[in-house]
């Protein structure tokens, strides 16, 4: 057991430093993606409208402008960005996931450092400092973490979310949910 807890006192917190770095990269990736349903889904929401009329009219003539609004085949639009989109989703899904690592990494730590300190007469601060320096990394990174992950939810996915959902309501999709309430037992 000292064995395992030596080897994490050596590599336990470059393994943190690691994993922040690869979850920065998983948040700017999920950061981007998720950016670009939000306005894959704007652009869907926004009504199309054509005018009609003559350009250029003559001197002193009037001329009608019409709009009509063009109906959108939002079946070949609508499926494929929710497709794009549930794969943003679960690059967001592995982010959120990875953070509560970092919590536990960091109570890991604490216990090998402890047990070092414990178990090695001669130096126990070289123990009770590698619990420490792995705890507070633990908790440094999952706090800033969390923070970023609040603000992407707060920011793009809670946008993305509303979109669908006027979306939705103005094309009258009928989603899943609806299909089955209506259904009879």
Same mark, same amino acid.
């Given at each position: 057991?000292?064995?395992?807890?030596?080897?994490?006192?050596?590599?336990?917190?470059?393994?943190?430093?690691?994993?922040?770095?690869?979850?920065?990269?998983?948040?700017?990736?999920?950061?981007?993606?998720?950016?670009?349903?939000?306005?894959?889904?704007?652009?869907?929401?926004?009504?199309?409208?054509?005018?009609?009329?003559?350009?250029?009219?003559?001197?002193?003539?009037?001329?009608?402008?019409?709009?009509?609004? &063009?109906?959108?085949?939002?079946? =070949?639009?609508?499926?494929? %960005?929710?497709?794009? /989109? $549930?794969?943003?989703?679960?690059?967001? *899904?592995?982010?959120?996931?990875?953070?509560?690592?970092?919590?536990?990494?960091?109570?890991?730590?604490?216990?090998?450092?402890?047990?070092?300190?414990?178990?090695?007469?001669?130096?126990?601060?070289?123990?009770?400092?590698?619990?420490?320096?792995?705890?507070?990394?633990?908790?440094?990174?999952?706090?800033?973490?969390?923070?970023?992950?609040?603000?992407?939810?707060?920011? &793009?996915?809670?946008?993305?979310? =509303?979109?669908?959902?006027? %979306?939705?309501?103005? /094309? $009258?999709?009928?989603?899943?949910?609806? *299909?089955?309430?209506?259904?009879?037992?």
């Amino acid at each position: 057991m000292l064995g395992l807890c030596s080897f994490l006192a050596n590599h336990l917190n470059g393994l943190i430093h690691a994993l922040a770095v690869i979850e920065a990269g998983i948040l700017v990736y999920t950061g981007l993606q998720m950016f670009w349903r939000k306005r894959e889904i704007e652009a869907l929401n926004r009504p199309q409208i054509r005018k009609t009329g003559a350009s250029k009219p003559a001197p002193g003539q009037t001329v009608g402008v019409y709009e009509t609004r &063009l109906d959108k085949k939002w079946y =070949e639009e609508y499926n494929p %960005f929710l497709e794009r /989109y $549930q794969r943003s989703s679960s690059w967001y *899904r592995a982010f959120s996931l990875i953070i509560q690592l970092f919590t536990l990494l960091g109570i890991l730590g604490t216990v090998a450092g402890l047990y070092i300190a414990m178990n090695e007469g001669r130096d126990i601060y070289q123990g009770v400092e590698f619990a420490l320096s792995s705890t507070v990394l633990g908790i440094i990174y999952a706090v800033v973490f969390k923070v970023l992950d609040i603000g992407l939810s707060a920011w &793009l996915i809670n946008a993305v979310e =509303e979109n669908i959902e006027r %979306f939705e309501k103005s /094309y $009258q999709v009928e989603t899943d949910d609806a *299909r089955h309430e209506g259904a009879a037992p």
